[in-house]
C-alpha cells in the first residue's frame, strides 16, 4: 500500500495493540477514502457552543470561521487564560472533585 509516497505493510488481521486506521486498508486502498466529512451549519454550532458556556469561545468562533487554530500558540493561550480565569477554575474545579483536601493543623 502507497500513502503519500510511502509504502506500509498490509497487516491481515490487525494486532490488537495496534489499532491505527491505516491497518485496516487494503492493498491499493488509501486513507483518505476512510475519512467522512461531516457537514453542518457553523452559526448553529456556535450557538450551541455559546449556550453551552464552552471556554475558549473566541478561538473556537475563530477556528470555525477562518480554519485557524492557536493549539500550540501558547502566548495566545495563555493571555486567554488570564483574561477568562481558565487556569483558576480548572484548579477549583479539581479541588472540589477530586483532589484530596489536606487539612492544617
Do not use: C
Not at 502507497?2 to 491499493?28: C, D, K, M, Q, Y
Not at 476512510?34 to 455559546?50: C, G, M, N, Q
Request: without cysteine.
Amino acid at each position: 500500500m502507497f500513502v503519500l509516497g510511502l509504502r506500509l505493510p498490509t497487516i491481515h488481521p490487525p494486532p490488537t495493540h495496534w489499532a491505527s486506521p491505516l491497518s485496516f486498508l487494503e492493498e491499493g486502498d488509501f486513507w483518505w477514502k476512510s475519512v467522512k466529512r461531516v457537514f453542518y451549519d457553523i452559526e448553529t454550532e456556535l450557538v450551541h457552543a455559546s449556550t453551552q458556556q464552552l471556554p475558549y469561545l473566541n478561538l473556537y468562533t475563530e477556528m470555525l470561521q477562518t480554519g485557524k487554530t492557536y493549539t500550540h500558540d501558547h502566548q495566545v493561550l495563555q493571555d486567554v487564560n488570564q483574561q477568562f480565569h481558565y487556569k483558576e477554575d480548572v484548579i477549583q474545579f479539581f479541588s472540589e472533585r477530586y483532589w484530596p483536601k489536606v487539612e492544617k493543623n
